[in-house]
Nanobody
Framework: QVQLVESGGGLVQAGDSLRLSCAAS????????MAWFRQAPGKEREFVGR????????YYADSVKGRFTIPTNNAKNTVYLQMNSLEPGGTAVYYC????????????????WGQGIQVAVSS
């Protein structure tokens, strides 16, 4: 079993930056995929980006490419979502997720989820 604990989030202004953290524990496999999703009010859960653990191979949704990155800290078993140039459309609950090596942009391909963190972007 894997547990994911998110931290960070809050209210920021458009153009600001924010970093979310996702600490993983209790992993039962050595190779897996970590990803971030977000869900705005009334919308479906949307893929944001993913990385392989370990090994990298980052992949980002077109909507955030060039603005968001997913740094990792192997020693802390933690992944981050670094969000730059935030837009009002980024207002959502953000979730980290973990899945097997074949996990991709499909929300159903992930086995474990963080509790969700609210990010609000004002203009």
């Amino acid at each position: 079993q894997v547990q994911l604990v998110e931290s960070g989030g809050g209210l920021v202004q458009a153009g600001d930056s924010l970093r979310l953290s996702c600490a993983a524990s209790g992993r039962s496999f050595s190779r897996y995929v970590m990803a971030w999703f977000r869900q705005a009010p009334g919308k479906e859960r949307e893929f944001v980006g993913r990385v392989s653990w370990p090994g990298g191979s980052p992949y980002y949704a077109d909507s955030v490419k060039g603005r968001f990155t997913i740094p990792t800290n192997n020693a802390k078993n933690t992944v981050y979502l670094q969000m730059n140039s935030l837009e009002p459309g980024g207002t959502a609950v953000y979730y980290c997720a973990a899945g097997g090596v074949s996990a991709n942009c499909n929300v159903n391909s992930y086995d474990y989820w963080g509790q969700g963190i609210q990010v609000a972007v004002s203009s």
